[in-house]
């Protein structure tokens, strides 16, 4: 059974393969794709709109995690799972 982990956008309980992970390595935002990077992490939901309200957290500086993100990194980070969702 897969661990439970939880959108940080919406806030919904997801089992880890249902999410993409993102991890801060000195401040920058890196998709951890393989989910093995050996660094504390937020998950997000492969969905369109859960990206898009990220995008706006950040422009309106309400994207709050335990962890600290560089806006550009975490924005070049959004566009990677954009393109890994497809259209």
Not at 30 to 48: A, V
Not at 50 to 59: M, P
């Amino acid at each position: 059974m897969d661990p439970i982990r939880s959108c940080i956008v919406c806030r919904n309980k997801k089992s880890k393969n249902e999410l993409f992970r993102i991890v801060s390595d000195n401040g920058k935002a890196i998709y951890d794709k393989d989910m093995k990077i050996n660094k504390r992490g937020i998950y997000i939901c492969k969905s369109h709109e859960c990206i898009n309200k990220c995008r706006k957290f950040i422009t309106k500086d309400k994207f709050n995690t335990k962890l600290s993100f560089d806006n550009q990194s975490m924005y070049n980070v959004l566009l990677d799972l954009e393109n890994e969702l497809g259209e």
